[in-house]
């Protein structure tokens, strides 16, 4: 069975800082990996998501995350973080051999920003 | 992107109403989801449907019921409702026009007293 880690439950960085947000996972085979933004009260917005190839994958809002197998990771960065960053993130990951119909997501990890 | 609605999107009702959760996409997408989340945790799979006259329970255990008659809804149902049952519920789509990417829509948050 497929399974992710976030083990940041809650992060802090200055506004301006960089960021970087853990994802592990664990699945047998290739993964479908994603990144999931929640605002409070609100639904999830897709950030980037992995299916294969280039292992450096580019999202919306200036985030981007790096698949590394041999570290079954997924990590999100950003190089610079905005006020308007400040809300939970989710990893999910996805059975490659069925698409993606069953998502498993991660418990998520809050990110606020301080002036 | 994909339009996902879901109504109402705040729901405060009493132990033992039924009440009907609505899902609506207008995308024509043929895969749709239900999520239940508590506060400050991941999102658990209840429910889920491959297509018209097709669903099948998710990973974590509902009392809930669904049901898709048309491609567009996907509704959630409690017969009766119990405090048990207050959590946040969301919905998605997605279909190969999407890579199977899923997409949510915004949430309802039920309170049941």
């Known amino acids: 069975a497929q399974s992710v880690t976030q083990p940041d439950i809650h992060i802090t960085v200055s506004e301006g800082a960089s960021l970087e947000l853990r994802c592990n996972y664990s699945?047998?085979?290739?993964?479908?990996l994603f990144w999931y933004v929640q605002s409070p009260g609100q639904g999830l917005q897709l950030l980037l998501k992995?299916?294969?190839?280039?292992?450096l994958v580019q999202g919306i809002k200036g985030f981007e995350a790096e698949f590394k197998r041999s570290q079954s990771s997924f990590n999100l960065r950003k190089p610079s973080v905005h006020w308007s960053d400040a809300a939970e993130y989710f990893c999910?990951?996805?059975?490659?051999?069925?698409?993606?119909?069953?998502?498993?997501f991660g418990t998520g990890t809050r990110l606020t920003i301080i002036p | 992107e994909a339009d996902i609605y879901q109504t109402p999107r705040y729901l405060v009702i009493g132990t033992g109403k039924k009440i009907t959760l609505e899902c609506s996409q207008t995308?024509?997408?043929?895969?749709m989801y239900w999520y239940q989340q508590d506060p400050g945790m991941e999102l658990h799979l209840i429910h889920y449907?491959?297509?018209?006259?097709?669903?099948e329970k998710g990973d974590l255990s509902s009392e809930s019921t669904v049901s898709r008659i048309r491609t567009e809804h996907f509704p959630l149902t409690l017969e009766s409702a119990r405090p048990s049952h207050t959590s946040q519920y969301l919905c998605?789509?997605?279909?190969?026009?999407?890579?199977?990417?899923?997409?949510f829509g915004p949430g309802t948050r039920l309170t049941v007293l």
């Open positions: 992995y299916f294969s190839g280039d292992t």
């Open positions: 999910a990951v996805g059975a490659s051999n069925f698409g993606n119909e069953k998502l498993t």
């Open positions: 699945y047998g085979a290739t993964p479908y």
């Open positions: 449907s491959y297509g018209v006259n097709s669903t």
């Open positions: 998605a789509s997605s279909d190969r026009t999407t890579g199977d990417t899923q997409y």
């Open positions: 995308m024509g997408h043929d895969k």
